[in-house]
């Protein structure tokens, strides 16, 4: 088996570690940002269902595997090795055996998806298990997956070093509150994010 696929910063995450998944096919909580690419051509599939208001936007994420046909195969890579596995453990040692050296033994800061989400509920709790190994490093996500984070949060599953940021505009909103995580929303407008009272998020720090 090979093994999974990890990157390294990019224009907005400096100095940190993050893995990818397909946009789409792995968001199961997605609803006004549900794109989806096509895995050979890269064709765009817009799936976005409208809030209250008629908005609907397109993920970035999918954005950049249409753009990228790289971005595109490593994220199917990675998605093809986790739908190998059979156990929640089989995942773990994937997951384990492929995660990059400085977050196994100096420590150091990974963010689990920046295309992609949590796609089931043994998907999460493998994360978490792996996190729990490597006290030393810092694991965060952006999630619409809430009702397997409900799960964990519930059974006392999540470690110290995972921090979840709940991305409204999903399916779930309405768990928002009562699992109490912070939350994050997309805005289309400066002025709209200056009424709201909320800091814009440059660089993941508040995650």
């Given at each position: 088996?090979?093994?999974?696929?990890?990157?390294?910063?990019?224009?907005?995450?400096?100095?940190?570690?993050?893995?990818?998944?397909?946009?789409?096919?792995?968001?199961?909580g997605a609803k006004n940002c549900y794109t989806k690419v096509h895995r050979e051509t890269g064709k765009i599939v817009d799936l976005q269902t409208p809030d209250e208001n008629g908005d609907t936007f397109r993920?970035?994420?999918?954005?950049?595997?249409?753009?990228?046909?790289?971005?595109?195969?490593?994220?199917?890579?990675?998605?093809?090795?986790?739908?190998?596995?059979?156990?929640?453990?089989?995942?773990?040692?994937?997951?384990?055996?492929?995660?990059?050296?400085?977050?196994?033994?100096?420590?150091?800061?990974?963010?689990?998806?920046?295309?992609?989400?949590?796609?089931?509920?043994?998907?999460?709790?493998?994360?978490?298990?792996?996190?729990?190994?490597?006290?030393?490093?810092?694991?965060?996500?952006?999630?619409?997956?809430?009702?397997?984070?409900?799960?964990?949060?519930?059974?006392?599953?999540?470690?110290?070093?995972?921090?979840?940021?709940?991305?409204?505009?999903?399916?779930?909103?309405?768990?928002?509150?009562?699992?109490?995580?912070?939350?994050?929303?997309?805005?289309?407008?400066?002025?709209?994010?200056?009424?709201?009272?909320?800091?814009?998020?440059?660089?993941?720090?508040?995650?």
């Amino acid at each position: 088996m090979g093994l999974l696929k990890f990157t390294f910063e990019n224009a907005k995450l400096k100095g940190i570690w993050h893995f990818s998944l397909p946009s789409g096919y792995t968001c199961p909580g997605a609803k006004n940002c549900y794109t989806k690419v096509h895995r050979e051509t890269g064709k765009i599939v817009d799936l976005q269902t409208p809030d209250e208001n008629g908005d609907t936007f397109r993920c970035y994420a999918a954005m950049d595997e249409a753009r990228y046909p790289s971005v595109r195969r490593q994220r199917w890579h990675n998605f093809d090795l986790l739908n190998a596995t059979k156990t929640i453990q089989t995942m773990v040692d994937l997951i384990c055996d492929s995660l990059p050296e400085a977050i196994k033994t100096v420590g150091g800061i990974m963010r689990v998806h920046i295309g992609g989400d949590f796609k089931t509920l043994n998907y999460m709790m493998a994360w978490l298990r792996v996190a729990r190994k490597y006290p030393r490093s810092k694991f965060y996500a952006y999630t619409k997956s809430l009702q397997w984070l409900k799960r964990c949060q519930d059974n006392d599953l999540i470690p110290d070093n995972f921090s979840f940021t709940q991305s409204w505009d999903g399916k779930h909103d309405d768990m928002i509150e009562s699992i109490g995580e912070k939350s994050a929303r997309v805005f289309f407008d400066p002025d709209e994010l200056k009424a709201s009272g909320l800091e814009h998020d440059h660089d993941d720090s508040h995650a």
